[in-house]
């Protein structure tokens, strides 16, 4: 394999559904794509979604979009720092260290655009609304069509969010496919025909887009010279997707801890032993005994420890960089790291002790009941829109209430069972916390709606 030639391809501006693009000296094709999902509602919506404390009142802790700011600039640092190396080690023409860091910000700014309300129980409970619903045995879907509704993740909703449902006239945002293939972390389809000879690590563990965007994903794959492991259904990792992994991972698991002491959940002082076993050397004894209030103490040491992680994660992908292209390499970066360790150990507090806080837990469970409520009284309300049975003055009602965009040709509810299903989990993944919520108790009438 050229490795020049490839990472030529694999920094595509060629742009989803609008051709190759340039950017300029000043604002480059990739700072642009940054700047197009930053001004989505699709992304400002993410302030009221779930990161670990669900509809928290606490200013302090953090939402999915003050994380997603955060991966961005940890992604940028990977980036760049591994972008000045890639360069002089192929002596790669018309690129700058930049340019990386800006593709990897772009792709960690998104990465959790599609999440559905209530995080990661948000997409337990899609999945298993869907598994009880019945609706598989009265329509035809493929094996892979039924398997996107039954493994739902907000990694494939993102992908569909980006290319498809902002602004979708254009279709979706026309990002650069460098940035797009980045962003897919699990570039495979939800079920597979059958595995391939060679295992798959990390990039299997989900599935990165759903049926109906197959063709855009191949686009994106075509252009930035990815492989395929299985056609039309899997294709080896873009390379910097695994900084956008490990800027996610980074940020999630330091960040968590740093919030979970600040409410509560984990006692200051092992908050501080934990953050000072990653941090190592680079922490000053005289500095950190100066400082009296315990939120100072744990912003340094956190800031430190995700400095060390970011340069260890760099050091591992430079490292392993041939095997990483050529898709020998699919496991955690920082599983090869030093700091392995220290990073389970706090992996091992989180599940322990953070994401079994009572809070969370009623919140996350009560979320459970909004989505599964909303799935059923729009799901409901669609299939009778085909004229599977009468329609109640109930369920009219319901329709009505569905924006267009969610609705197929005529303003009716599509007749393809497989895109009317789509149609109502965009609606309802689209939601923040408090709408879901909010809609749920008024639909159910908890809650009357107020003038």
Same mark, same amino acid.
């Given at each position: ?5 490839? !990472? =030529? ?11 190759? &693009? ?73 690129? %700058? ?31 298993? !609304? ?5 609706? /598989? ?12 509704? =039954? ?29 797009? +293939? ?29 049926? %109906? ?10 252009? &930035? ?9 899997? !294709? ?23 919030? +979970? *002491? ?9 908050? =501080? ?29 956190? +800031? ?17 960089? +041939? ?13 090869? *790291?030093? #700091? ?10 989180? /599940? ?8 969370? #837990? %009623? ?14 009284? /729009? ?42 299903? #789509? ?8 939601? &923040? ?19």
């Amino acid at each position: 394999m050229d490795l020049p030639t490839h !990472w =030529e391809h694999l920094l595509s501006t060629e742009r989803l559904g609008a051709g190759a &693009t340039s950017g300029t000296p000043e604002r480059t094709a990739f700072q642009q794509d940054y700047d197009r999902i930053v001004f989505t509602s699709a992304f400002r919506r993410l302030k009221d979604k779930t990161q670990v404390f669900p509809l928290s009142r606490s200013d302090y802790v953090r939402t999915r979009l003050t994380h997603s700011l955060e991966t961005s600039c940890v992604g940028r640092s990977l980036g760049a720092t591994v972008g000045r190396e890639i360069i002089d080690r192929h002596s790669l023409k018309h690129v %700058e260290a930049a340019d990386f860091g800006a593709i990897v910000a772009a792709a960690c700014l998104a990465h959790d655009i599609g999440n559905p309300p209530f995080g990661h129980a948000g997409e337990d409970a899609i999945r298993e !609304w869907f598994k009880s619903s019945g609706l /598989f045995e009265t329509h035809d879907f493929t094996r892979a069509e039924r398997a996107d509704f =039954e493994r739902f993740d907000g990694n494939a909703q993102g992908f569909r969010i980006l290319t498809r449902l902002q602004s979708p006239a254009n279709p979706g945002l026309q990002l650069t496919s460098a940035v797009l +293939a980045a962003f897919t972390k699990y570039p495979r389809a939800s079920a597979l025909d059958h595995e391939p000879p060679e295992p798959l690590g990390n990039s299997n563990k989900k599935f990165g887009f759903f049926q %109906e965007d197959l063709a855009a994903f191949e686009r994106v794959a075509r252009a &930035t010279g990815l492989e395929e492991r299985l056609p039309h259904q899997a !294709w080896l990792r873009h390379p910097l997707a695994f900084l956008v992994e490990v800027a996610d991972d980074i940020c999630y698991l330091i960040i968590d801890l740093e919030d +979970a *002491s600040r409410v509560g959940f984990v006692r200051t002082e092992d908050a =501080e032993h934990l953050l000072a076993d990653l941090a190592g050397s680079g922490v000053s004894a005289d500095k950190l005994a100066r400082m009296s209030e315990p939120k100072e103490r744990i912003e340094y040491l956190r +800031a430190k420890a995700i400095g060390r992680l970011l340069e260890n994660a760099a050091a591992v992908f430079l490292e392993n960089e +041939a095997a990483i292209v050529s898709g020998d390499f699919d496991r955690d970066l920082l599983d090869d *790291s030093p #700091l392995a360790k220290p990073l389970q150990t706090i992996r091992e507090v989180a /599940f322990d002790q953070i994401y079994v806080a009572r809070p969370a #837990l %009623e919140i996350e469970t009560a979320g459970f009941e909004v989505l599964g409520g909303l799935l059923s009284l /729009f799901t409901a309300a669609v299939e009778a829109g085909v004229g599977r049975r009468a329609m109640t003055a109930r369920e009219r009602m319901l329709l009505r209430l569905l924006p267009a965009q969610f609705l197929g040709p005529k303003g009716m509810p599509d007749p393809t069972p497989y895109l009317r299903l #789509l149609r109502i989990t965009d609606f309802v993944t689209g939601m &923040t916390d408090s709408y879901a919520v909010d809609l749920y108790r008024k639909l159910k009438g908890i809650d009357l709606p107020s003038e």
